[in-house]
């Protein structure tokens, strides 16, 4: 069974970016791993060493992204005044009244941009489907805390 995962429109449009850019970089990779190969003697070849380790983190990359983009649902936001996927949450914190801005997103692109939180983060769980003034205890694995909904947008 296939299991599609969450993802917001801005989350798709650029992971589907970074795989154009990175297949555009992957001709030049292989160039670069033939002409050190050339070189000579593969076992004291730094060149080819680098070159090859290059070409294999990009390729694995790219099937990372082929397969976050063929098994993400792009969601839109609930139109209701309530904490999901894609919105902007304001939350104090209560035990420090520090006062911060998160953007709920998928779990893949929740290291994106700073300020995006995962929506399967203890965080991001405990604030699903909130509204502005509810107070929530966030079970984390540091221990619990609480945090009040102060604004949505």
Do not use: C, W
Request: no cysteine; proline share 5%.
């Amino acid at each position: 069974m296939v299991q599609y995962h969450k993802i917001t429109e801005d989350g798709m449009k650029t992971l589907k970016a970074e795989k154009v850019l990175l297949q555009a970089e992957r001709p030049h990779k292989i160039k670069a791993l033939a002409e050190a190969r050339a070189l000579g003697d593969l076992s004291e070849n730094a060149e080819y060493s680098a070159a090859k380790y290059e070409l294999h983190h990009l390729e694995g990359r790219l099937r990372y992204l082929d397969k976050v983009i063929r098994y993400g649902q792009v969601v839109s936001a609930d139109p209701k005044p309530i904490a999901d996927l894609g919105k902007s949450v304001t939350l104090r914190f209560d035990d420090d009244e520090d006062v911060t801005t998160f953007r709920l997103v998928g779990p893949h692109e929740a290291a994106m941009k700073p300020g995006n939180l995962a929506i399967n983060s203890p965080l991001g769980r405990a604030l699903n489907g909130r509204k502005v003034g509810d107070t929530v205890t966030v079970n984390a694995p540091s221990g619990a805390y609480q945090v009040t909904v102060v604004k949505l947008a």
